[in-house]
């Protein structure tokens, strides 16, 4: 049986399709605790209904404190901002900005408040569902102990590589696509670019709107997620290499999930 642990920030709705997967015997998994960004979350109530241990990293007071008074800010010991900033690809290269060098200080303020909630239990394997915070090298150096056996899982609401952000389903109805989907991938250090575990599409027909749309997706992510998480249950994921060639004639390569 392996451990689960889940971060969310809204409904918690895919948090709710796992942990009634694992109660109907799909996933032989238990979720063992669910953290939010934000003490708002409704996922929280839906977790402690069912008796699921749950805490609050408060992201935007953290953020405030940052912004407002910096005196009472505090980085954690073993931040160092070079390594996450030489790690991350969330940016475009080049020299950060002020705002990124920001950015990273403030969130690994917040993920250090994670990691310390975390550390009370044991876990397999991290889910993201519906977590609306990109996460740092900070973080992800911190969880993933081995870099070849990644265990963040998020739940993306498009067909990646299209569409990363935090509106995939509104982006693939904007663009006036005909098919519009889910991803589940491990997280990297990049913004929804992790290996791919599994995918699921559905058609955007005529008669479709936004809310539409948003209801096929969702349908499909409380079916996706217990899916794939059952795949990494059973130890049938593995992470590797593929090399092929860049446009230029050099050798590029993509880590990729292999299904056993
Ligand atoms: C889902 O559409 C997920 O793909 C996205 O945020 C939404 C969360 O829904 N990242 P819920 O909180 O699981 O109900």
Known sequence: MIRIGALISGTG????????????????????????????????????????????????????????????????????????????????GGVPTDEEIDFFRTRAAAEAGLLSHMAAYSFDLLILAGFMRKLTPYFIDRVNIDPAAPRIMNIHPALLPSFPGTDGYGDTWRYGCKVGGCTVHFVDYGEDTGPIIGQKAFPITPSDTLETVKEKGLQLEWQLYPECIRLFAEGRLKVTTRPYGGAAGETRERRVVNIS
Do not use: H, M
Not at 18 to 33: L, N, P, S
Not at 51 to 63: C, E, K, L
């Open 13 to 92: 709705s895919n948090l709710e399709a796992v942990r009634q997967a694992c109660e109907a015997g799909e996933i032989d998994g238990k979720i063992v605790f669910a953290g939010a960004d934000k003490p708002s979350a409704k996922g929280l109530a839906i977790a402690e209904k069912a008796g699921v241990p749950t805490f609050v990293v408060d992201y935007a007071s953290i953020i405030k404190t940052f912004k407002t008074s910096f005196e009472k800010f505090s980085l954690p010991a073993d931040f160092d901002i070079n390594q996450v900033v030489a790690q991350s690809r969330l940016f475009e």
